[in-house]
């Protein structure tokens, strides 16, 4: 117990500022120049924390950011290799067949149809919609 010591460095005496010009801090005593923030109470920074300042710092994303999430995209090509003929084409299945990421799903009418499909719980373009119901299935 009689050998401890603090770490090297890890106590230090504090700067003793204005004390003449021979202790090295003084005249200025580490301000700088003159003007507002040589003095006492100068720059008062606590006018700055208002939510106008926040904002302001914010940085501003240019263009539209909708909140609502993008449909994940599905084709009748896409649907015409994964699915049976007569099939029941729903979110869940789309999810299940691993051609979606989430429930929210759009079909698009690119590629040839010629299988029958029920599409159910889906948005659906009108060419993809005409495609469906010209091969002979139905969108609910």
Known sequence: MNNL?????S???????????ASGKGTTAGRGGKG??????GRNRLKLLGMRHLMLQTPKLRGFQSQHAKASVVTLEMLAKTFA??????PTTLLKKGLVSSAHVKILGSGALKK???VAGCKV?????EKIVAAGGEVR
Do not use: I
């Open 5 to 9: 010591k603090p770490a090297r460095g």
């Open 116 to 118: 029958k499909f029920v």
């Open 36 to 41: 507002q923030t040589a003095r006492t109470g």
């Open 85 to 90: 003929d007569g099939a029941k084409v729903t």
């Open 11 to 21: 106590k230090t005496s504090r700067k003793r500022l204005g004390r003449g010009n």
């Open 125 to 129: 373009s009108e060419a993809a919609k």
